[in-house]
């Protein structure tokens, strides 16, 4: 819905090496036209997937974003979980822009290979496509709130939930604020019945 009138993020979106679904929202769409895709993907649960295997490869990871501490405390949980894993950096920061050169700097020196970038939707993919052309890692992903979710500042939804397509609806329990970019949802649903009509 962003893209929509965000031609920056829009033109982002498209040169991505990869997109995913990461809400019910958009399986619903897909199937609506025709083009179903199989499950949800999001940054919560793929991060934790993307280290169990970083730590068998021995590829180095960096967390950037997230309040000061929380990145920190979602690196003591993956290290737990994996005591070989290689989490060479850690940094809260901000995404604005007279921090980059800094942050970009201390990505460098670290030698990661992986970076999550934890700042939200379009932020963390507006700092990616932004900084890619001198970050010297080899794979850069926005995860959203993942290191919350990680670090169990928040809790996620529970399965049933999930199964449901209803972790929207748990988050905007936990955190009410949401509503504002929640009601983008009904927009995106008219959007998509009008884009079909209109085929
Ligand atoms: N965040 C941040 N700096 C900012 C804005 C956001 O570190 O200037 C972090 C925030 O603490 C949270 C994440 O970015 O950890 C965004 O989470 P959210 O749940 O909004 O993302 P979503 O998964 O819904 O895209």
């Known amino acids: 819905m962003i893209a929509r009138h965000d031609i920056n993020f829009r033109n982002i979106l498209k040169r991505a090496n990869l997109c995913v679904p990461d809400g019910v929202g958009l399986l619903w769409a897909a199937k609506y036209q025709g083009t179903p895709l199989p499950e949800r993907v999001t940054g919560s649960d793929g991060v934790p997937l993307i280290a169990a295997r970083a730590a068998e490869k021995g590829w180095r990871l960096f967390l950037l974003g997230a309040a000061p501490g929380v990145a920190e405390k979602a690196a003591d949980v993956l290290r737990a979980r994996h005591p070989a894993l290689q989490i060479v950096g850690v940094y809260s920061g901000s995404p604005a822009p007279e921090e ?74 936990l955190q009410p604020w949401r509503i504002r970019r929640m009601m983008r949802l009904p927009r995106f649903v008219i959007a998509v019945l009008l884009d079909n009509l209109f085929k």
Not at 131 to 153: E, Q, S, W, Y
């Open 100 to 173: 980059e050169d800094a942050i970009v700097e201390r990505i460098n020196a670290s030698g990661a290979d992986i970076l999550f970038v934890a700042y939200g939707a379009p932020e963390q993919d507006k700092w990616i496509a932004r900084n890619t052309p001198r970050l010297r890692v080899k794979m850069a992903m926005g995860v959203g709130g993942a290191f919350d979710f990680i670090a169990g500042i928040i809790p996620r939804a529970p399965l049933w939930m999930q199964r449901l397509g209803l972790e929207w609806l748990f988050r905007l329990y």
